[in-house]
């Protein structure tokens, strides 16, 4: 049998088919006037008419136009039309704006010119706080955006504003939490595990590169779906990932104060350790509570220091007892193991994609054939079978019981650890620090045998009080100065 010999293409400018555009991809010519070598030429040639402005971000977008076939580009400001404000972050602002002009695509060599994608299209510009003074933090971005998930990223603008730097990128239907409200009672297990394997995947990625998420949670997973489900496609939010050898802790090898929401910041952490690989992992444990519950984790309760010591004496969130059949048990074993109080005892997000992929594949082919597919058929049976009337009874009984407490917090902040607590309250007791901080926690404890509560409104309770001393006299006096301002102000 004669072998088909493939026929090679060649572009007016005498490109070949059989060239390498890029490392890991040939040549790509169409009858139509399209060359990826033609629009890599064009993009170089053009690098003398453009600039960020900043000398290193040139150079990352112009790597990713030499490199990659899912380029960034330096987008002008002006293309952004109808521009509405989205959300606020610890890291920055998100806006969601229409591309005007689209962005370039491909050199046509038949019309000697651009072809352009996304005219017209919404996308979300989020940008970077303080970009324009802490250059370093933001090139680490956009290094990551060159390595990861490209094709979800156009480029990179600058607010003239406020000087900021922004990342244009994919506009998304939801967050996760909001998917996993939306649509919990419609979710089978292979939609589930097939979120779960995506934000596995992504974490493997970067765990290979030495970089740690430090605050994954499902407000930062963004998804786009459609009616059935069978379309789902996730991103996770990298503005807050660091390189493990960047976590620079103070002089004592402890942090006294980390980012995050505190459900989903490590014990090992909260004590004022490193924040490592394994730190993702143990967030990565409330991402697989939420899915199983549609409840985010210890949503009931006060996001304060009692939770931080809670955490750290392995409290962890309980799964509705009305719920336990409609979850495999290997599930809720994984997701307790991701939870470990113990770091090196906790699953690789390799462990994890790979367990996932291997599920789903089974799933796909409807094999059935070992426990870990017997109990994810039998869940998915008894929540089929449980009455829509019934769900939403149950649901609603539990949603009553745990209501979203007014001071739990799912947005990331600066919190303080129990070892940089501990440190504030040694600097009120010796009188070094100026009484102008606040707790992020809310909460002051002590240790070496003080108040643990005191009683009382806080502009009249005198100081000596507040650093864990007994109420005297002298205390009854400070109050009174209180009464004295009232009298006089009439405030």
């Not at 005219?119 to 933090?137: F, H, P, Q, W």
């Not at 997973?221 to 503005?239: Q, S």
């Not at 210890?298 to 010591?309: G, K, N, P």
Request: net charge negative; with cysteine; glycine share 6%.
């Amino acid at each position: 049998m004669s072998q088909q010999i493939k026929k090679i293409k060649y572009c007016p400018a005498g490109h070949s088919s059989e060239d390498y555009v890029y490392s890991d991809c040939k040549n790509f010519i169409r009858s139509d006037g399209i060359c990826y070598s033609c629009t890599k030429e064009h993009f170089i040639h053009e690098f003398k008419t453009w600039s960020s402005g900043n000398a290193n971000i040139d150079k990352i977008i112009q790597e990713t136009q030499i490199n990659i076939c899912n380029k960034l580009q330096w987008i002008p400001y002006d293309n952004f039309q109808n521009i509405k404000h989205i959300a606020e972050g610890g890291h920055g602002t998100v806006h969601s704006a229409k591309l005007e002009n689209g962005i370039k695509w491909n050199w046509n060599f038949i019309n000697h010119n651009w072809e352009y994608r996304l005219i017209g299209k919404r996308v979300a510009l989020k940008e970077i706080k303080d970009s324009s003074y802490d250059t370093v933090e933001f090139l680490n971005v956009v290094k990551v955006v060159n390595n990861f998930a490209t094709d979800h990223y156009y480029g990179i603008s600058k607010n003239p504003s406020t000087k900021n730097y922004i990342i244009v990128m994919d506009l998304f239907d939801d967050d996760l939490h909001d998917f996993l409200t939306k649509t919990f009672w419609n979710l089978g297990w292979d939609t589930k595990l097939s979120i779960l394997f995506s934000i596995a995947w992504s974490l493997e990625i970067l765990h290979e590169k030495n970089l740690v998420l430090c605050d994954l949670r499902s407000e930062n997973n963004l998804i786009n779906h459609n009616h059935d489900f069978d379309f789902l496609d996730l991103v996770i939010d990298l503005g807050s990932f660091k390189l493990e050898s960047d976590l620079i802790l103070n002089f004592n090898n402890k942090n006294n104060k980390i980012y995050g929401s505190i459900p989903y910041i490590p014990p090992e952490v909260l004590r004022g350790n490193e924040f490592t690989r394994k730190g993702d992992i143990y967030s990565f444990g409330g991402i697989m509570y939420e899915i199983a519950t549609a409840q985010r984790p210890f949503a009931d309760q006060a996001h304060d220091t009692y939770l931080i010591i809670d955490i750290c004496n392995c409290v962890r969130p309980k799964v509705p007892d009305f719920m336990l059949n409609w979850i495999p048990e290997w599930y809720l074993d994984l997701m307790y193991r991701c939870w470990s109080d113990d770091p090196f005892k906790r699953p690789t997000a390799d462990e994890l994609a790979g367990l996932f992929c291997d599920v789903i594949e089974k799933i796909c082919g409807n094999i059935v054939d070992n426990n870990i597919m017997r109990q994810l058929k039998i869940a998915d049976e008894n929540q089929r079978n449980t009455s829509k009337s019934q769900k939403q009874e149950l649901f609603e009984l539990f949603s009553h019981s745990s209501k979203l407490h007014p001071q739990s917090y799912y947005i990331s902040r600066y919190i303080h650890t129990l070892h940089g607590l501990h440190d504030l309250l040694e600097e009120i007791k010796s009188g070094k620090s100026s009484g102008s901080f606040k707790l992020e926690n809310d909460l002051i404890l002590n240790f070496n045998n003080k108040n643990n509560k005191i009683y009382g409104s806080i502009p009249y309770i005198p100081p000596e009080l507040l650093r864990g001393n007994e109420f005297t006299r002298k205390g009854d006096i400070y109050s009174f100065g209180g009464i004295m301002f009232e009298l006089v102000t009439a405030q």
